[in-house]
């Protein structure tokens, strides 16, 4: 499976942005679906989670209160909208698939990710 990831833009604090992360490909081997961004210089960080069959998502703590995760009506394309922007959200936003985790915090968990896609927040 491929993803593709869009939807960054360059914003100012405080407003909103919906990310999107299509799959091309077969997806029978997807178990979680990972949201994870990285800010230059610095380490891949975890976002938020979603187990591909559905469920309840997992947010990591400096988003939990501002994001949310949905799908659309195929249920294929999944969103990480993200509210109240700030600064430190600044980064490179991927999607990625785990066969066997949800919600996993460990890069290496994730078998294949997408380009990602550029977000950028001013203050």
């Known amino acids: 499976v491929q993803f593709v990831e869009s939807g960054g833009s360059s914003v100012q604090a405080g407003a909103s942005l919906r990310l999107s992360c299509a799959p091309y490909?077969?997806?029978?081997?997807?178990?979680?679906l990972g949201w994870f961004r990285q800010a230059p210089g610095k380490e891949r960080e975890f976002v938020a989670g979603?187990?591909?069959?559905?469920?309840?998502?997992v947010y990591s703590e400096s988003v939990k209160d501002r994001s949310a995760i949905s799908r659309d009506v195929s249920g294929y394309t999944v969103y990480l909208h993200l509210n109240n922007l700030k600064s430190e959200d600044t980064g490179v936003y991927y999607c990625?698939?785990?066969?066997?985790?949800?919600?996993?915090?460990?890069?290496?968990?994730?078998?294949?990710w997408g380009q990602g896609t550029q977000v950028t927040v001013s203050s």
């Open positions: 990625a698939s785990s066969p066997r985790r949800v919600g996993s915090p460990v890069v290496t968990d994730y078998e294949y």
């Open positions: 490909g077969t997806t029978s081997e997807i178990y979680g």
């Open positions: 979603v187990k591909w069959s559905g469920g309840s998502p």
